[in-house]
């Protein structure tokens, strides 16, 4: 099958093309550059795997958790190609990414995925590989990174510890962000799970309702990423 993927929910931007069995692949700066960049990086790596957008199968993108403008810039993508080419969209959770990596990477069959999510707190997600594929919560968590619980032979994964020092149990784990390859990798099992879906239900996964700190907030959280005396 050919899937286009793509992830800017973290701060960098991460592409990859899978024509059959050959990934072409790119890495850039992620955040509001990713809005500009996005579109004409990924017609470019198109051309390079030799493909057009009508001959893809599916969009894949990291659907969320992560930034809420980056998660905005990937569902608009996503929406605006998959329309223009009348392609399905296959929305793919950045903690199952991150999970994915970990596997992909280390082995790991057993990964507590912990993204960053700012406000001095973190998203979270237990994902077990069994039987030739990933079984994941309904519900992702967020909460103070102390909440987090690594129990005994899992391995913990993504951003968040290193964005917390000292904070959650199983640190320092594997510094592991989503990837567009990863995605890749995940995408034909969620395809035969019939997870494709319209272009119009290319939404981002939100966790938290609360966009914006107060200036309070703010300082509260810089303060906490400071290390202690």
């Not at 973290?10 to 996005?38: D, H, I, K, M, Y």
Request: hydrophobic share 50%.
């Amino acid at each position: 099958m050919n899937f286009l993927a793509f992830d800017t929910s973290t701060e960098r931007l991460s592409l990859a093309v899978g024509r059959g069995e050959v990934v072409w692949q790119q890495e850039g700066a992620g955040g509001a550059q990713s809005s500009a960049t996005l579109i004409p990086a990924l017609l470019a790596l198109l051309a390079q795997a030799g493909l057009t957008l009508q001959q893809l199968d599916a969009i894949v993108f990291g659907s969320g958790p992560g930034s809420f403008t980056g998660l905005r810039t990937a569902c608009s993508v996503a929406q605006g190609l998959a329309f223009g080419a009348g392609l399905p969209v296959l929305p793919v959770s950045t903690l199952l990414a991150v999970a994915e990596e970990a596997r992909h990477q280390h082995g790991c069959t057993r990964v507590v995925a912990a993204l960053d999510a700012r406000m001095n707190e973190v998203y979270s997600a237990p994902c077990e590989w069994q039987n030739g594929q990933w079984q994941v919560p309904a519900d992702f968590a967020l909460g103070a990174p102390e909440s987090v619980a690594v129990p005994p032979g899992w391995t913990l994964a993504g951003s968040a510890a290193a964005a917390y020092p000292g904070r959650l149990a199983g640190a320092p784990g594997l510094a592991l962000l989503p990837t567009a390859t990863a995605l890749l990798r995940l995408a034909p099992a969620l395809w035969q799970a019939g997870q494709a879906v319209p272009a119009d239900q290319a939404l981002p996964l939100y966790i938290r309702d609360k966009v914006a700190q107060t200036t309070a907030e703010r300082e509260a959280d810089k303060a906490a990423r400071q290390p202690q005396a």
